[in-house]
């Protein structure tokens, strides 16, 4: 089972809260990624890592940002949510030279 | 423009059937291709992983065929279950960067009816 954990799962706030999405992984991957996902819709890249002090924008520009002081955490932070910020975010890691991609199960955001 | 197409867009069959799934890109340059399955509410999981030199890959009762000369993919379910219920997500990623780029597809959502 898949060793990235996301919290919280779901999340209900107001508008101009700020919040922070953890995502957390225990298989000590260097790159790791935000994804937002709207239903029915693809997955968009909002922001990578390659590793420790290493963050880069995705192709989705995003008003969030992103921090990668350990290994382990690359939490994302809204200072002020908004409506359009209503989503799903999924935290995606991957290490070495693999194709492969792990993915979180995600943070329901619903801005009111 | 790189984009994968997916279709259907959604997909109800009857328990124990077989269904297939297309996957049309124009991403260039090609690395891989991926088959993901999503559960509502969760994140993908990886199916299959076929990169220019495979034209088919099996995992259980998934089988992922690619034609990288038509780019064209197709997921065969074979003997579905209630459980295969999800959306099922095809991904690109090209050769033309240090990341790796992935291109995604909106998914085929499947439903499976008892």
């Known amino acids: 089972e898949a060793d990235i954990y996301q919290t919280p799962r779901y999340l209900v706030i107001g508008t101009g809260k700020k919040i922070t999405l953890e995502c957390s992984q225990t298989m000590g991957h260097d790159k790791m990624y935000w994804y937002q996902q709207d239903p029915g819709m693809e997955l968009h890249l909002i922001h990578y890592?390659?590793?420790?002090?290493?963050?880069e924008k995705g192709d989705l520009s995003s008003e969030s940002t992103v921090s990668r002081i350990r290994t382990e955490h690359f939490p994302l932070t809204l200072e002020s949510a908004r409506p359009s910020h209503t989503s799903q975010y999924l935290c995606?890691?991957?290490?070495?030279?693999?194709?492969?991609?792990?993915f979180g199960p995600g943070t329901r955001l619903t801005v009111t | 423009k790189n984009q994968v197409e997916q279709s259907p867009q959604s997909l109800i069959i009857l328990e124990g059937k077989n269904c297939t799934l297309q996957c049309n890109y124009t991403v260039s340059p090609f690395s891989n291709l991926r088959w993901y399955k999503q559960d509502t509410g969760r994140g993908p999981v990886s199916l299959t992983i076929m990169t220019f030199s495979e034209n088919t890959k099996s995992n259980g009762r998934y089988t992922a065929t690619l034609d990288a000369d038509t780019k064209q993919s197709s997921l065969h379910i074979t003997a579905s279950q209630l459980s295969d219920s999800a959306s099922y997500i095809c991904v690109v990623s090209d050769r033309g960067s240090t990341l790796g780029r992935l291109y995604f597809g909106r998914g085929t959502q499947l439903t499976v009816w008892p």
């Open positions: 890592s390659y590793g420790v002090n290493s963050t």
């Open positions: 995606a890691t991957s290490g070495g030279d693999s194709y492969e991609q792990y």
